[in-house]
Protein backbone atom coordinates (compact mmCIF):
# COMPACT_ATOMS: atom_id res chain seq x y z
CA UNK A 1 0.00 0.00 0.00
CA UNK A 2 1.20 3.24 -0.92
CA UNK A 3 2.41 5.99 1.39
CA UNK A 4 3.02 9.55 1.38
CA UNK A 5 5.66 11.46 4.15
CA UNK A 6 3.61 15.00 5.88
CA UNK A 7 6.83 15.85 7.42
CA UNK A 8 9.99 13.84 8.65
CA UNK A 9 9.06 10.55 10.70
CA UNK A 10 5.47 10.09 9.47
CA UNK A 11 3.91 8.24 7.07
CA UNK A 12 0.34 8.24 5.72
CA UNK A 13 -0.62 5.10 4.22
CA UNK A 14 -4.15 5.12 1.82
CA UNK A 15 -5.75 3.17 -1.19
CA UNK A 16 -5.98 4.59 -4.41
CA UNK A 17 -8.67 2.73 -6.08
CA UNK A 18 -10.87 3.05 -9.43
CA UNK A 19 -13.12 0.21 -11.12
CA UNK A 20 -14.28 2.57 -13.59
CA UNK A 21 -14.34 0.96 -17.22
CA UNK A 22 -10.93 1.45 -18.94
CA UNK A 23 -12.27 3.96 -21.47
CA UNK A 24 -13.83 6.11 -18.41
CA UNK A 25 -11.70 9.12 -16.67
CA UNK A 26 -13.17 9.19 -13.30
CA UNK A 27 -13.24 12.56 -11.04
CA UNK A 28 -11.23 12.08 -7.92
CA UNK A 29 -13.01 11.16 -4.48
CA UNK A 30 -11.45 11.25 -1.33
CA UNK A 31 -13.29 9.59 1.46
CA UNK A 32 -11.94 10.63 5.38
CA UNK A 33 -12.58 7.95 7.91
CA UNK A 34 -13.77 8.54 12.11
CA UNK A 35 -11.88 8.20 15.13
CA UNK A 36 -9.87 4.86 15.45
CA UNK A 37 -10.80 3.60 12.02
CA UNK A 38 -8.73 3.38 8.42
CA UNK A 39 -9.72 3.47 4.90
CA UNK A 40 -11.11 -0.06 5.30
CA UNK A 41 -14.36 1.67 7.00
CA UNK A 42 -15.13 2.27 3.40
CA UNK A 43 -15.21 -0.99 2.38
CA UNK A 44 -18.56 -1.28 2.01
CA UNK A 45 -19.26 1.87 -0.22
CA UNK A 46 -16.53 0.34 -3.07
CA UNK A 47 -18.61 -1.73 -5.03
CA UNK A 48 -20.80 1.39 -5.28
CA UNK A 49 -18.90 4.23 -5.57
CA UNK A 50 -15.28 2.78 -7.05
CA UNK A 51 -17.26 2.42 -10.50
CA UNK A 52 -17.62 5.84 -10.52
CA UNK A 53 -14.74 7.63 -9.09
CA UNK A 54 -10.73 7.18 -8.38
CA UNK A 55 -11.15 7.00 -4.57
CA UNK A 56 -8.79 7.83 -2.05
CA UNK A 57 -8.76 6.37 1.46
CA UNK A 58 -6.10 7.58 3.29
CA UNK A 59 -5.56 6.16 6.74
CA UNK A 60 -5.59 9.30 9.18
CA UNK A 61 -2.07 10.20 10.47
CA UNK A 62 -1.80 8.39 13.63
CA UNK A 63 -4.57 5.57 12.73
CA UNK A 64 -4.45 2.46 10.88
CA UNK A 65 -0.85 1.92 8.93
CA UNK A 66 -0.24 5.02 9.08
CA UNK A 67 2.63 5.71 11.60
CA UNK A 68 1.45 6.12 15.38
CA UNK A 69 1.87 9.16 16.95
CA UNK A 70 3.32 10.09 20.49
CA UNK A 71 0.61 11.01 22.90
CA UNK A 72 1.43 14.93 23.28
CA UNK A 73 1.53 15.24 19.55
CA UNK A 74 -0.62 18.72 18.96
CA UNK A 75 -4.09 17.61 17.21
CA UNK A 76 -5.54 20.24 15.45
CA UNK A 77 -8.14 19.92 12.92
CA UNK A 78 -6.05 22.24 10.55
CA UNK A 79 -3.02 19.95 11.33
CA UNK A 80 -4.93 17.21 9.78
CA UNK A 81 -6.30 19.29 6.66
CA UNK A 82 -2.72 19.99 5.94
CA UNK A 83 -2.03 16.43 5.90
CA UNK A 84 -5.02 15.33 3.33
CA UNK A 85 -4.09 18.39 0.99
CA UNK A 86 -0.82 17.61 1.09
CA UNK A 87 -1.39 14.01 -0.08
CA UNK A 88 -3.92 15.23 -2.95
CA UNK A 89 -1.12 17.26 -4.25
CA UNK A 90 1.51 14.70 -4.01
CA UNK A 91 -0.98 12.45 -5.80
CA UNK A 92 -2.00 15.68 -8.45
CA UNK A 93 -5.16 15.63 -7.63
CA UNK A 94 -6.73 19.38 -7.85
CA UNK A 95 -9.92 19.09 -7.66
CA UNK A 96 -11.95 16.22 -5.66
CA UNK A 97 -15.53 15.15 -3.96
CA UNK A 98 -15.20 14.73 -0.58
CA UNK A 99 -17.08 12.39 2.23
CA UNK A 100 -16.34 12.07 5.59
CA UNK A 101 -17.96 10.15 8.19
CA UNK A 102 -18.01 10.99 12.00
CA UNK A 103 -15.03 12.96 13.49
CA UNK A 104 -14.02 13.35 10.21
CA UNK A 105 -17.49 15.60 9.48
CA UNK A 106 -15.79 18.46 11.30
CA UNK A 107 -12.47 18.07 9.29
CA UNK A 108 -14.30 17.33 5.89
CA UNK A 109 -16.88 20.37 6.59
CA UNK A 110 -13.47 22.80 7.27
CA UNK A 111 -11.59 21.32 4.35
CA UNK A 112 -14.40 22.52 2.39
CA UNK A 113 -14.96 25.67 3.53
CA UNK A 114 -11.38 26.73 3.72
CA UNK A 115 -10.26 24.99 0.24
CA UNK A 116 -13.40 26.06 -1.80
CA UNK A 117 -11.27 26.13 -5.24
CA UNK A 118 -10.28 22.40 -4.30
CA UNK A 119 -14.04 20.84 -3.54
CA UNK A 120 -16.45 19.46 -5.83
CA UNK A 121 -19.30 18.29 -4.07
CA UNK A 122 -19.63 17.26 0.16
CA UNK A 123 -20.99 14.59 1.63
CA UNK A 124 -20.66 14.46 5.64
CA UNK A 125 -22.07 11.00 6.86
CA UNK A 126 -23.17 10.68 11.37
CA UNK A 127 -21.30 13.29 11.99
CA UNK A 128 -20.84 16.96 14.37
CA UNK A 129 -20.02 20.30 14.07
CA UNK A 130 -18.75 20.80 17.69
CA UNK A 131 -17.02 18.58 19.92
CA UNK A 132 -18.57 19.70 23.46
CA UNK A 133 -22.21 19.63 21.95
CA UNK A 134 -22.10 16.15 20.92
CA UNK A 135 -20.18 14.47 23.10
CA UNK A 136 -21.01 16.23 26.70
CA UNK A 137 -18.61 14.97 29.22
CA UNK A 138 -18.53 11.21 27.23
CA UNK A 139 -15.27 12.01 26.02
CA UNK A 140 -13.72 11.92 29.59
CA UNK A 141 -15.13 8.52 30.35
CA UNK A 142 -13.89 7.51 27.41
CA UNK A 143 -10.61 8.49 28.28
CA UNK A 144 -10.62 6.94 31.46
CA UNK A 145 -11.89 3.56 29.68
CA UNK A 146 -9.22 3.38 27.24
CA UNK A 147 -6.84 3.74 29.58
CA UNK A 148 -8.09 1.07 32.29
CA UNK A 149 -9.60 -1.40 28.86
CA UNK A 150 -7.39 -0.38 25.69
CA UNK A 151 -8.47 0.65 23.02
CA UNK A 152 -10.57 -2.35 21.51
CA UNK A 153 -12.08 -2.36 24.98
CA UNK A 154 -13.36 1.22 25.25
CA UNK A 155 -14.34 0.28 21.48
CA UNK A 156 -16.10 -2.43 22.35
CA UNK A 157 -17.90 -0.75 25.14
CA UNK A 158 -19.04 1.70 22.88
CA UNK A 159 -20.19 -0.22 20.35
CA UNK A 160 -24.15 -0.62 20.88
CA UNK A 161 -24.35 3.32 20.51
CA UNK A 162 -22.03 3.76 17.80
CA UNK A 163 -23.57 0.76 15.58
CA UNK A 164 -27.18 0.74 16.96
CA UNK A 165 -29.86 -1.48 18.32
CA UNK A 166 -29.95 -3.78 14.54
CA UNK A 167 -26.32 -4.15 14.41
CA UNK A 168 -25.28 -8.35 14.44
CA UNK A 169 -22.73 -9.74 17.50
CA UNK A 170 -20.30 -10.30 14.87
CA UNK A 171 -20.75 -6.86 13.40
CA UNK A 172 -19.94 -5.19 16.46
CA UNK A 173 -17.35 -7.69 17.08
CA UNK A 174 -15.60 -6.71 13.47
CA UNK A 175 -15.62 -3.15 14.06
CA UNK A 176 -13.74 -3.45 17.46
CA UNK A 177 -11.13 -5.71 16.71
CA UNK A 178 -10.72 -2.48 13.62
CA UNK A 179 -10.86 -0.46 16.14
CA UNK A 180 -8.63 -1.57 18.14
CA UNK A 181 -5.47 -1.68 15.68
CA UNK A 182 -5.07 1.73 16.95
CA UNK A 183 -1.93 2.25 18.52
CA UNK A 184 -2.70 3.85 22.60
CA UNK A 185 -0.72 6.55 22.41
CA UNK A 186 -2.50 7.99 18.97
CA UNK A 187 -5.54 7.22 20.90
CA UNK A 188 -5.32 8.69 23.94
CA UNK A 189 -3.48 12.00 22.44
CA UNK A 190 -6.03 12.03 20.11
CA UNK A 191 -9.36 11.75 21.84
CA UNK A 192 -8.51 14.40 24.65
CA UNK A 193 -8.47 16.71 21.57
CA UNK A 194 -12.18 15.97 20.44
CA UNK A 195 -13.35 18.48 22.67
CA UNK A 196 -12.21 21.63 21.61
CA UNK A 197 -13.21 20.72 17.98
CA UNK A 198 -15.61 23.29 16.92
CA UNK A 199 -16.26 24.14 13.22
CA UNK A 200 -19.70 26.21 13.72
CA UNK A 201 -18.36 29.40 11.92
CA UNK A 202 -16.93 27.38 9.09
CA UNK A 203 -20.52 26.39 7.98
CA UNK A 204 -21.37 29.73 5.85
CA UNK A 205 -18.12 29.46 4.24
CA UNK A 206 -19.24 26.43 2.30
CA UNK A 207 -19.99 26.77 -1.20
CA UNK A 208 -19.95 23.44 -2.83
CA UNK A 209 -23.23 21.61 -3.10
CA UNK A 210 -23.36 19.63 0.12
CA UNK A 211 -25.29 16.84 1.77
CA UNK A 212 -25.62 15.40 5.40
CA UNK A 213 -27.07 12.48 6.14
CA UNK A 214 -27.84 11.30 10.05
CA UNK A 215 -30.16 8.50 11.83
CA UNK A 216 -33.32 9.86 13.02
CA UNK A 217 -32.09 8.28 16.65
CA UNK A 218 -28.19 9.02 16.39
CA UNK A 219 -26.76 9.89 19.67
CA UNK A 220 -24.50 11.99 18.36
CA UNK A 221 -27.64 14.38 18.51
CA UNK A 222 -31.44 14.83 17.27
CA UNK A 223 -32.33 15.14 13.81
CA UNK A 224 -32.89 18.84 14.92
CA UNK A 225 -30.29 19.33 16.29
CA UNK A 226 -28.48 18.06 13.37
CA UNK A 227 -30.51 20.30 10.75
CA UNK A 228 -29.96 23.62 13.10
CA UNK A 229 -26.74 23.12 11.78
CA UNK A 230 -26.94 21.48 8.46
CA UNK A 231 -29.25 25.05 7.60
CA UNK A 232 -26.24 26.86 7.65
CA UNK A 233 -24.63 25.64 4.90
CA UNK A 234 -26.27 27.30 1.81
CA UNK A 235 -28.20 25.26 -0.36
CA UNK A 236 -27.34 22.26 1.47
CA UNK A 237 -29.51 19.13 2.04
CA UNK A 238 -30.39 16.76 4.43
CA UNK A 239 -31.73 12.91 4.52
CA UNK A 240 -32.50 10.88 7.75
CA UNK A 241 -32.01 7.45 7.75
CA UNK A 242 -34.29 5.54 10.21
CA UNK A 243 -32.47 3.67 12.99
CA UNK A 244 -29.97 4.26 16.38
CA UNK A 245 -26.80 4.26 15.13
CA UNK A 246 -24.71 7.08 15.18
CA UNK A 247 -22.56 5.63 12.26
CA UNK A 248 -24.90 5.42 9.71
CA UNK A 249 -21.62 5.06 7.59
CA UNK A 250 -20.90 1.25 8.73
CA UNK A 251 -24.57 0.34 9.04
CA UNK A 252 -25.99 1.63 6.29
CA UNK A 253 -23.54 1.66 3.38
CA UNK A 254 -25.68 0.64 0.67
CA UNK A 255 -28.04 3.29 0.88
CA UNK A 256 -25.77 5.73 1.94
CA UNK A 257 -23.91 5.16 -0.89
CA UNK A 258 -26.60 5.30 -3.05
CA UNK A 259 -27.86 8.43 -1.70
CA UNK A 260 -24.34 10.23 -2.04
CA UNK A 261 -23.88 9.14 -5.37
CA UNK A 262 -27.04 10.61 -6.92
CA UNK A 263 -26.60 13.41 -4.64
CA UNK A 264 -23.35 14.08 -6.90
CA UNK A 265 -25.04 13.31 -10.33
CA UNK A 266 -27.78 15.45 -9.30
CA UNK A 267 -26.04 18.48 -7.57
CA UNK A 268 -22.36 18.86 -8.77
CA UNK A 269 -22.49 17.64 -12.33
Known amino acids: MPAFSPDQGSEIFY ?25 EAWNGWMPLMGRRFRIIRPDMRGFGRSTPMPINHPWSVDGIIGDFIGLMDHLGIRRFHLIGAKIACPIALRLAARHADRVASLVVVGGLVSGTESLGDRAASWVERIE ?122
Open 15 to 39: RDDCFADVWENPEALLMLHGNAESG
Open 148 to 269: TEGVEGWARWTMDGRLGSAASDAMKEGWAKLMGATALSTQLGFIRSVPGIDVWADLPRIACPSLVITTDGSGLGSVEAVRAWQKTINGSELMVVPGDSYHVAATHPEICAQAALDFISRRAN
